[in-house]
């Protein structure tokens, strides 16, 4: 069974920093471009950052000089390291990859199930 799975999240002070983890599982033979979102309660997700097979990278304003997403291709995983959190950047945090399959089927925009942010003020 192919599962994206997020971890890394937690409560965190303002300020701190947390680094989130998004690994594929299964039969997967490659990762794609990948993309992290965020969804506050109440609001629409957002997109965070992206980063494609080339490792070419993408922020959103708001986070930009405080978040860094990159990859390890060996393990399947990308990570989106966050520093000098803010309470604004408190919200679910997903992932979204493409990814190949052993059998060379590709599988678009493959969701996690998400992990909770929650920075304290």
């Known amino acids: 069974q192919v599962q994206l799975v997020e971890s890394g999240g937690g409560l965190v002070q303002a300020g701190g920093s947390l680094r989130l983890s998004c690994a594929a599982s299964?039969?997967?033979?490659?990762?794609?471009?990948v993309t992290w979102h965020r969804q506050a309660p109440g609001k629409q997700r957002e997109l965070v950052a992206a980063?494609?097979?080339?490792?070419?990278?993408n922020y959103a304003d708001s986070v930009k000089g405080r978040f860094t997403i990159s990859r390890d291709n060996a393990k399947n995983t990308v990570y989106l390291q966050m520093n000098s959190l803010k309470p604004e950047d408190t919200a679910v945090y997903y992932c979204?990859?493409?990814?190949?399959?052993?059998?060379?089927?590709?599988?678009?925009?493959?969701w996690g199930q998400g992990t909770q942010v929650t920075v304290s003020s």
């Open positions: 979204n990859a493409d990814l190949t399959t052993l059998w060379g089927i590709r599988l678009l925009n493959f």
């Open positions: 299964g039969s997967i033979s490659s990762i794609g471009p």
């Open positions: 980063i494609s097979s080339g490792d070419y990278t």
